[in-house]
């Protein structure tokens, strides 16, 4: 079955460590691939997104995600949290899947950084 | 240009009743998609359209029913609310253009059943 997995579920970070939330997927032949942020109580919102070209995207408020495509991977990075950071992050892939695109999203990850 | 808009924001419903939950978008965009989201379980796919006047199961769909009968709303019923259905309901509409899918989504819907 196609899948996007998330290894870490719950991570606690104090301000200023760096951040890397995993993301790797099963889908073969050509993907998007996306994260999106969950503020806590708002809606989901776009991080970043890779469609083609570089493999390392540069997304709002400092975060960046390397696609790998040999380990179907996504990690979303970031060199130095801050409090604000702390939301929920989902990792997202579209494949066109019988005429229409497919969303499947992982199960996310709760960020909590200390100030 | 609001995007996407969600009504109601928050719900109590008692076992039994029913309600419909509305999704619009002003994007003219083709693909309609309602989630759940659940703790631990992240996001599911109840149903989804890919144009008007057509709908189609998603992930999880069982006591739901949907209707696209305009392009720009996507409904979304619960005839007879269950417990189980106490969950945040969130709406996304994808373009239709392949080169770019990103999904834009909706504040949310915060149903509880009692």
């Known amino acids: 079955a196609q899948s996007v997995s998330q290894h870490n579920h719950h991570v606690i970070l104090s301000e200023a460590a760096s951040l890397e939330l995993g993301c790797n997927y099963s889908y073969g032949g050509t993907v998007n691939l996306f994260w999106y942020v969950q503020y806590p109580g708002q809606h989901l919102q776009l991080l970043l997104k890779y469609f083609s070209g570089d493999p390392l995207v540069k997304g709002i408020k400092g975060f960046e995600a390397e696609f790998i495509k040999s380990k179907f991977s996504f990690n979303l990075r970031k060199p130095s949290v801050q409090w604000s950071d702390t939301a929920e992050y989902f990792c997202?892939?579209?494949?066109?899947?019988?005429?229409?695109?497919?969303?499947?999203f992982g199960i996310g990850t709760k960020l909590q950084v200390i100030p | 240009n609001a995007g996407v808009t969600q009504t109601p924001k928050f719900r109590v419903l008692k076992t039994g009743q029913s309600m419909t939950l509305l999704c619009a978008q002003d994007?003219?965009?083709?693909?309609m998609y309602w989630y759940r989201q659940d703790p631990g379980m992240g996001l599911r796919l109840i149903h989804y359209?890919?144009?008007?006047?057509?709908?189609a199961k998603g992930e999880v769909p069982d006591g739901y029913n949907v209707s696209r009968l305009k392009k720009q709303n996507f409904l979304l019923g619960l005839e007879s609310a269950a417990p189980s259905q106490t969950s945040v309901y969130f709406c996304?509409?994808?373009?239709?253009?392949?080169?770019?899918?990103?999904?834009?989504f909706g504040q949310g819907t915060r149903l509880t059943v009692v």
């Open positions: 359209s890919v144009g008007e006047g057509t709908t």
């Open positions: 996304a509409s994808i373009q239709q253009d392949r080169v770019n899918t990103e999904a834009f």
């Open positions: 994007m003219n965009h083709e693909y």
């Open positions: 997202a892939v579209t494949k066109n899947s019988g005429g229409y695109q497919k969303v499947t």
